[in-house]
């Protein structure tokens, strides 16, 4: 889950401003490359096929815009059936260089950067989280309201602990488009679900309903009043190579400037992502551990 762009190296140890990255702030010479590392066939961050596209990839053109570089992306193969948010990040080609920056990064650090200690993340952009999702007029808006009833979510994902701290029961799909469907055909109460990639499936879910004449899809929503629970949301991020000082500084300045004039949160809602700010509070092992000690 991540992004695209960036070409040449930023070299910004101690904070100075690489020859390339003076050239392309200045407007003289060629504009420099922004490297992105980002991942096939995975909408909707970014998809290689049918044209270049993506979330991700649409953000970093947008900074780049702002901080005078081109976006350049960096094309990695994506595993089938990837069960967690951040099994599909290609973190082992930024620490090689292969690329400048990797978009949509989740936090903590200690978690999602584990075993790459060259690499570091910049300030949280925007928030995602597993959202409820409902294919019925009336679905209770919090977990507990669901207790003792039948919830899909994605195997092998923190939703699990969530629906059984709940007292809900979980019932257990390969995919998102699997547990989608459970929903919109009522074999579970709702969905609890990866924001982003509910989010997108809703968004071609109306286009299905309509080319199917299938009032089943049109029914499906995000469960409105909803508030995903601290072990259920991350914030997300921006990784470099730790010592890419200046070119951190200029995304995250670029990002800021993209929340403030709402363009972000535009581009968000245009992939049918649910838009969060920066949560104050996020998933942490402690947060997921009280989870697992409420469950029956």
């Known amino acids: 889950m991540l992004a695209l762009l960036l070409g040449t190296l930023l070299s910004a140890a101690g904070g100075a401003a690489s020859a390339a990255e003076a050239e392309a702030l200045s407007g003289a010479g060629p504009v420099a490359a922004l490297r ?40 990695t193969g994506r595993a089938a059936n990837i069960q967690e948010i951040e099994e599909d990040l290609p973190l082992a080609r930024l620490a090689r260089d292969d690329c400048d920056a990797m978009f949509s990064v989740p936090g903590p650090p200690g978690e999602t950067l584990r075993g790459h200690q060259a690499l570091v993340l910049g300030e949280p952009y925007y928030g995602a989280a597993f959202e409820l999702v409902g294919c019925r007029e009336q679905v209770p808006a919090t977990l507990a309201d669901l207790a003792g009833q039948a919830v899909a979510i994605q195997s092998q994902t923190v939703a699990h602990f969530a629906l059984l701290a709940a007292g809900v029961e979980p019932r257990n799909y390969f995919s998102v488009n699997a547990a989608f469907d459970a929903a919109r055909t009522h074999e579970a109460e709702a969905a609890l679900l990866w924001g982003p990639a509910i989010g997108w499936r809703l968004r071609m879910a109306q286009a299905t309903g309509l080319r199917l004449r299938d009032e089943t899809y049109a029914a499906c929503n995000l469960v409105a ?27 995250d300045d670029a990002l800021a400037t993209l929340t403030a004039n709402g363009q972000l949160e535009r581009i968000a809602r245009g992939w049918g992502i649910p838009w969060h700010p920066p949560f104050a509070t996020t998933y942490t092992r402690d947060a997921l551990e009280a989870l697992r000690n409420t469950a029956p």
């Not at 980002?38 to 947008?62: I, K, Q």
């Not at 601290?230 to 995304?251: G, K, M």
């Open 36 to 75: 992105v590392c980002v991942t096939d066939a995975n909408l909707p961050y970014a998809n290689r096929e049918g044209g270049v596209s993506g979330f991700d990839l649409d953000v970093a053109a947008a900074v780049a815009a702002l901080i005078g570089y081109r976006v350049e992306p960096v094309w």
């Open 225 to 251: 009043g909803y508030q995903p629970p601290e072990a259920l949301r991350w914030n997300l991020h921006v990784a470099t190579l730790r010592d890419r000082t200046r070119l951190r500084e200029l995304v």
